[in-house]
Every structure is written in C-alpha cells, then in structure tokens.
C-alpha cells in the first residue's frame, strides 16, 4: 500500500484559529480536502501574537478536532503569514546554464532561486518565501516551465518574501509547543488568491480586501503577480465592540445583531425586541433596539475603515481602480448591502469574493494547500515515478527547509 501524502494549513487568526488537512491525489494530481476544524482564538491580537501557551492551546485543539474527522495526524504545518511583519522584494537572478546540450535542468532552476535570493535586507528580518513570477532563456521572456527547454542563460524574476525574525521565532514556537512542526510560511493574501481570484482578474489588476477581526489586508496584483500589500490595524471586531459599547448590550449578541439587521442600504427604522443574556453587563430581561441605530453604528465604523483603505489605494500610485475593481471577503461581508455599500465608499465595482461552492470560512488554510501543491507540481518538477530522484514529491518538505535555511 502506498504511502498517503498528508499536508495540513494552519490559520492563526485574531478571532479563530483554522485548521484544514489536505491529501495529494498523485493520480489525478489534486489535494482532496479530509479533515478541518475552527475554535476561537486566544492570544492574539490584531493578528499579533500576545501568549504562546494559549495560542498553541488553540492550535492543538483545533488540530486534534480536524485529525479525528481526517482519520490520520498531522506531523506539522504550513502556516498562514499576516501582511504587517512582511516586506515584499523584488529582485533578479542569473546563471549559466550547465551541462554540455544546455538543456534547463532542476538543478539549474534551484541555482537561478538562489541568486534571486542574494538580496541586502536588515538583519533583524530574513527570506522566508522565494515566488518566482517569471523565467527568461536567453532572449525569451515571460517563460512560466523552464524545465527541459534549452538554452544558455536562465534568468528569473521573483518576488522575496522579508520576515521579521522575532515574529517568526514566536509563530514557530507556539506550533512546536502545540507538539508540531512548521514546515513553511504561505503569506495570506498570496493563500487567499489561489482561491477567490482568477488568473484573468489577477493579470488586468485586482484590489483583494480582506477584512479580517483584527485588521483588514489590502492587496494589488497586475500582470499575475503580487504587487503590494498592506495591513490596517482595525478589522470586523471594532465593529462588535462598537455595537456592544452604543448598545450596551454583550459582544455575542451584538455580533448576531450586525449580521442580522445590519442591513446596509436599508432605510427602513424597525424595533428590535432583544432578549438580554441572564447576567450580562448587569442586566436582566428585554430591551428594545432601533434598527437605524444598530445600521448607524456599523455604517460609521466600516465607512472609517474604507476612508483608510482609499488612503492606501492612493499610496499604491493609483489615480483610478484596477480594472477587475476590488474584491472584498471577511465576516462582515455576510451583511445585507455590503457591497453596494463598499461600492459607495471606494467609488468602485466591488464583488464579493467566492470560491464556487466551498465555504469561505476556511479560506486562508485551503488556500495554504492549494500554494503548496501548486509549488510542488509546478516551479520545481518532481516526479514520483523515478524513485532514485531525491527531490521526489515526498521529499519536497525537506527540500523547501533546506533551501531557505541554505545562506
């Protein structure tokens, strides 16, 4: 019986921690989504890491949930990266190409990677990701396979990914204290496309607007790569708080109330009958609610937080929107007339995202494996049926650690 290959995504958020297990379909070369769990987090905050002990709480027992429906255990992670510990680089790298018919081997693909890697960065930060965007041979450009065509210099352009040491050295220990290992970052953003953009969209110029508990992450990608991203320190949870604040009423309850009557482009001023939660805030029994309040409220936050977002559009050098707009995704775009709301706001074609007919709760983990199995089905070639190749698929985690360790 052949070995199962099993690959796990791991989302630490600011209010769940997600787990999804993955397993590779060699066959039909796809990842079969197993197993996949969510709790709530605890010690994080704006996506910032506050106590490792209760984070690898939250990670284990989000694992342990996932493994029981998955039927097997996780070994350790690739793991979800926020954008605001992140610095995106670009830069180039060139070699010879070896061997006397001057045909591209894998061999001259890692070498290509590893120039692109020579980069001055601060040494309190580190390459944690190496994308490459595209390959040259010799006076040929835009070459996505380079593998087996020939040619005498190969070059590639790439976009680097810069990680603060610190953040990473806390992210890994509250993995390796929940009893795994990390095997590689995925930057959100870049997870996240993989799902809810198409190639068409991310090669006209799309806006990705996620709008997270903690923080709201913009990102730009044109001509099929990531081009900027950003991440604002405030996000859906604000919202609950406000609600809960002007209300008076628990988080819990606030929170359903937003989805429920937060109903954007509504004019409409109704009653809400709330039965308050025994004990909650010192009060008993029921309150009434206008619904104009309860839209008020959450329009006065978001419109702040789309104020900032149009402050960074304008940062990015844009005088007008990309041409496929924005693409918002998040718990608040559960709410009736969000995006025709956001569409005010951003003066904008906005959509909300959607990846056919897959829940978007899992989103960032998903997208983890599909980055992966597209990394390993595709820059690099690996291929199982040669048994003696010691970069074969099953070999690629070992690959990925001793590349971006080598200096």
Not at 255 to 280: P, W
Request: proline content about 3%; overall charge negative.
């Amino acid at each position: 019986m052949s070995r199962r290959e099993i690959i796990a995504g791991l989302d630490i958020g600011t209010s769940e921690v997600k787990v999804v297990i993955g397993e590779f379909d060699s066959e039909n070369e796809r990842v079969n989504i197993i197993g996949y769990s969510q709790v709530a987090s605890s010690g994080i905050d704006k996506s910032d890491i506050i106590d490792i002990d209760d984070v690898a709480h939250s990670i284990r027992e989000a694992t342990e949930y996932a493994e029981r429906m998955a039927g097997v255990e996780v070994e350790g992670f690739y793991a979800g990266l926020p954008v605001q510990h992140v610095t995106l680089i670009y830069n180039s790298g060139a070699v010879a190409v070896s061997g006397n018919e001057r045909i591209v081997q894998e061999e001259d693909v890692e070498r290509v990677l590893h120039a692109a890697k020579v980069v001055a960065i601060p040494p309190e930060n580190k390459i944690i990701d190496i994308i490459p965007c595209q390959f040259k041979i010799d006076n040929k450009t835009g070459v996505q396979r380079p593998v087996g065509m020939a040619g005498v210099r190969l070059e590639v352009d790439a976009l680097l990914i810069s990680l603060n040491r610190s953040v990473e050295q806390n992210i890994t220990r509250c993995i390796e204290e929940a009893g795994y290992e990390l095997f590689q970052f995925v930057l959100n953003p870049l997870a996240c496309s993989y799902q809810v953009l198409r190639e068409d969209e991310k090669e006209v110029g799309v806006i990705l607007l996620d709008i997270g508990g903690g923080t709201t992450e913009l990102s730009y990608f044109n001509k099929g790569v990531l081009l900027d991203t950003v991440s604002i320190p405030i996000g859906g949870n604000l919202i609950t708080q406000d609600l809960a604040n002007v209300l008076k009423i628990p988080q819990r309850q606030a929170e359903a109330l937003k989805i429920r009557f937060g109903d954007l482009m509504s004019e409409e001023d109704q009653d809400i009958d709330l039965e308050l939660e025994t004990g909650s805030l010192g009060f008993d029994g029921q309150e009434t609610l206008s619904s104009k309040l309860v839209r008020d409220v959450i329009s006065y936050r978001l419109a702040e937080i789309f104020d900032m977002v149009i402050d960074e559009i304008i940062r990015m050098g844009f005088k007008e929107p990309p041409p496929a707009g924005i693409k918002v995704l998040g718990g608040v775009t559960k709410m009736p007339g969000f995006t025709d709301f956001a569409a005010e706001c951003l003066y904008t074609k906005v959509r909300a995202a959607n990846s056919g007919r897959d829940d978007l709760t899992y989103i960032i983990a998903k997208g983890i494996i599909n980055y992966v199995h597209q990394y390993s089905y595709g820059y690099i070639e690996y291929d199982d049926r040669d048994r003696s190749s010691s970069r074969k698929r099953t070999g690629f985690i070992s690959w990925l650690k001793e590349f971006f360790e080598a200096e």
